[in-house]
């Protein structure tokens, strides 16, 4: 039985002039991650994964330097392409991630379909989670969308932006298993001391 932790990054620096995949943690986002240091789940952890996405990489590095452990990329861990419409105020961006959302086989703005960043990191999380050789825990460090996506598909539920995660910036998580499939619990702050 190996525990799966899915981690999405927390909050970030916001800017119009680079590209979203670009954008680092905030301060605020580093001292929730640095925070998350103290829960339980993180000792068990011995294989770190993340997105190429910076504010991904910045969340994993803070957790790996914490662990001794290498972090390793992938691209297939990213979240939704949003890339056709860049940077979106956020009033426009909600809304068109309520259609992103609400239509999963239907492309909103020319993003990602739902359906097709579910299908993405579904496989990347279970490719990565079978081939990995270690003994402990896997941490995921990725993305808000794309873990809503994931969690929908483990725990049977249609996709839906209802079990998208808090509205606190990020920095949330989730834990399961894949054999036999389990799902311990809908996301939970990093940085809110649990057992």
């Given at each position: 039985m190996r525990r799966v932790i899915f981690?999405?990054?927390?909050?970030?620096?916001?800017?119009?002039?680079?590209?979203?995949?670009?954008?680092?943690?905030?301060?605020?986002?580093?001292?929730?991650?640095?925070?998350?240091?103290?829960?339980?789940?993180?000792?068990?952890?011995?294989?770190?994964?993340?997105?190429?996405?910076?504010k991904s990489i910045d969340s994993a590095e803070i957790l790996a330097r914490h662990l001794s452990l290498e972090i390793q990329q992938d691209r297939d861990l990213g979240e939704n392409d949003r890339s056709s419409t860049g940077f979106l105020p956020p009033?426009?961006?909600e809304k068109v991630a309520n259609q992103f959302?609400?239509?999963?086989?239907?492309?909103?703005?020319?993003?990602?379909?739902?359906?097709?960043a579910q299908q993405r990191i579904v496989e990347a999380v279970g490719r990565l989670a079978n081939a990995d050789g270690t003994s402990g825990s896997?941490?995921?460090?990725?993305?808000?969308?794309?873990g809503t996506l994931l969690y929908c598909h483990l725990s049977g539920q249609s996709i839906s932006r209802r079990w998208?995660?808090?509205s606190n910036g990020g920095g949330n998580f989730f834990t399961f298993q894949l054999s036999p499939?389990?799902?311990?619990?809908?996301w939970k702050p990093i940085d809110e001391f649990m057992l």
């Open positions: 981690i999405s990054h927390p909050n970030v620096v916001i800017s119009r002039e680079i590209p979203v995949p670009q954008w680092p943690l905030s301060s605020l986002g580093r001292s929730r991650m640095a925070a998350s240091l103290v829960q339980p789940w993180i000792q068990g952890i011995s294989a770190i994964y993340c997105s190429t996405e910076q009033d426009e961006f959302f609400a239509a999963p086989d239907e492309s909103a703005r020319g993003w990602e379909t739902a359906l097709a896997i941490a995921i460090v990725s993305h808000g969308a794309v998208d995660q808090p499939l389990q799902v311990f619990s809908w």
